[in-house]
């Protein structure tokens, strides 16, 4: 199945901000485009703000809530906001996304930190979520959702990805008519990526495979389905990588001559001193199994959990 990720609209360059302009961000529409599906999402727009128009701001009424308003001509768009959001939501439940791309600071669609006020007008901070994001965020609490800012981090861009090729694999085992046996499959390729995450919840995840032929195979698909999306979620730590780089270097076993495993080795080390990129030892050790002919680590999703022209991966903290 094809990726599929939602974008806010101004992201992709097109000319729906409030002031006429757009917010394109290279990486979705030079990079990401090419390897996924974008689906756009204009909140303003498709509710029926004409473009240009006034900008709105987020008013917190003393009672908690939330309205959406134009402050120069007082005009309350809170129900309009609220029902496209529902209605937008329920709509893109019938065309699954494996991640969405949110635009920053936005009443709409801020993830977060979005810019509150008032109603006297004084400012209560960054505080708030835009309308559109807080429904979608509710509605699909294991989606991988980032704000374009953030992707220019390596780590969080890396996090993402992994999250979101991860997500579309499974969403491709589910729509496939899966068995026991394929299930078992998909989690045994994916087991150094989920031990990079949570022991815990990769360690559950694995039981809940050993039982899959003891109950129904529904059952099982929805509780793996969630353990594997929660830990995921759980971010990739430099010290869990070192340790799945060694155990993958194990399985080369005594077939590697003595320099070979020194330079592979020290290339763990220099991840683990943050002098190497994640990336270098991965290569070599995926060049190693490929000239070794070793099928059980060349399958390990780890090796490669998205396509590789998405970032250079840089590993955990
Ligand atoms: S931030 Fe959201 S609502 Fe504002 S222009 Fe971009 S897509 Fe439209």
Redesign the pocket.
């Known amino acids: 199945m094809p990726v599929r990720v939602g974008t806010?609209?101004?992201l992709l360059g097109n000319r729906?901000?409030y002031d006429g302009g757009h917010?394109r961000a290279r990486y979705l529409t030079d990079t990401l485009a090419h390897h996924a599906e974008l689906v756009t999402?204009?909140?303003?727009?498709e509710m029926g703000m004409p473009t240009p128009r006034p900008s709105v701001r987020i008013v917190e009424e003393p009672a908690g809530t939330d309205r959406l308003v134009d402050p120069k001509s007082g005009e309350d768009w809170t129900a309009r906001a609220e029902e496209h959001a529902r209605s937008r939501v329920a709509a893109l439940a019938e065309e699954p996304l494996d991640g969405f791309v949110l635009?920053k600071d936005?009443p709409?669609?801020g993830m977060e930190r979005v810019k509150a006020w008032m109603g006297d007008g004084r400012s209560r901070g960054k505080k708030a979520v835009g309308f559109f994001a807080r429904a979608l965020l509710e509605a699909f609490p294991d989606l991988p959702v980032e704000e374009d800012g953030r992707l220019n981090d390596p780590l969080l861009r890396e996090s993402f990805l992994e999250r979101v090729w991860s997500r579309n694999r499974w969403r491709s085992l589910r729509a496939s008519d899966p068995t026991p046996a394929r299930l078992v499959q998909f989690h045994t390729a994916h087991k150094i990526l989920l031990s990079t995450h949570d022991d815990a919840l990769y360690r559950e995840a694995g039981r809940v495979v050993a039982g899959a032929g003891k109950r129904s195979l529904e059952a099982t698909l929805d509780e793996y389905g969630a353990l594997f999306q929660a830990c995921l979620r759980r971010p990739a730590g430099r010290g869990r990588h070192v340790n799945a780089l060694q155990h993958l270097l194990g399985h080369l076993g005594q077939a590697l001559p003595g320099p070979e495993r020194q330079r592979i080795s020290e290339a763990i080390e220099e991840y683990r001193a943050g002098t190497l990129p994640l990336m270098a030892p991965v290569s070599l050790l995926r060049f190693l199994f490929t000239q070794h002919g070793l099928d059980w680590p060349l399958a390990q999703v780890y090796l490669a959990p998205f396509p590789k022209e998405l970032a250079v991966r840089s590993g955990g903290q």
């Open positions: 806010s609209s101004c729906v901000r917010a999402v204009c909140p303003e727009v635009k936005s709409s669609c």
